[in-house]
């Protein structure tokens, strides 16, 4: 089975950048769709943004919207979060998922999971 390996990540202050990676360990990308999550502290996991990966449509959770940035490279196979402008209340657990389905919403959509990768933004 295909897994998603997680890189990037780690510790920025406020207003900073980050950049998150998502990549199939060379194997082909076989889903149609790839997804990030994240799951703050006390929280639940939500969905922050998606991408298509065929036509690389995007969507993107309101409070990210201009600041991150989903995108894919079908050669290469992965994924990437790019995370600007950074606010303490984006600390969070990142995850990428893989889905047949664009737009999906729920967790059980998504058959496979990244292993996480934690951003921290200090104030």
């Known amino acids: 089975q295909v897994q998603l390996v997680q890189s990037g990540g780690g510790l920025v202050q406020t207003g900073g950048s980050l950049g998150l990676s998502c990549a199939t360990s060379?194997?082909?990308y076989v889903w149609n769709a790839q997804a990030w999550f994240r799951r703050a502290p006390g929280k639940q996991r939500?969905?922050?943004?998606?991408?298509?990966?065929?036509?690389?449509?995007?969507w993107y959770l309101g409070s990210v919207k201009g600041r991150f940035t989903i995108s894919r490279d079908n050669a290469k196979n992965t994924g990437y979060l790019q995370l600007k402008s950074l606010k303490p209340d984006d600390t969070a657990v990142y995850y990428c998922?893989?889905?047949?389905?664009?737009?999906?919403?729920?967790?059980?959509?998504?058959?496979?999971w990244g292993q996480g990768t934690l951003v921290t933004v200090s104030s």
């Open positions: 060379g194997r082909p």
């Open positions: 939500e969905l922050v943004a998606a991408i298509d990966w065929r036509d690389g449509a995007t």
């Open positions: 998922a893989g889905s047949n389905f664009f737009g999906a919403t729920t967790e059980a959509d998504y058959p496979v």
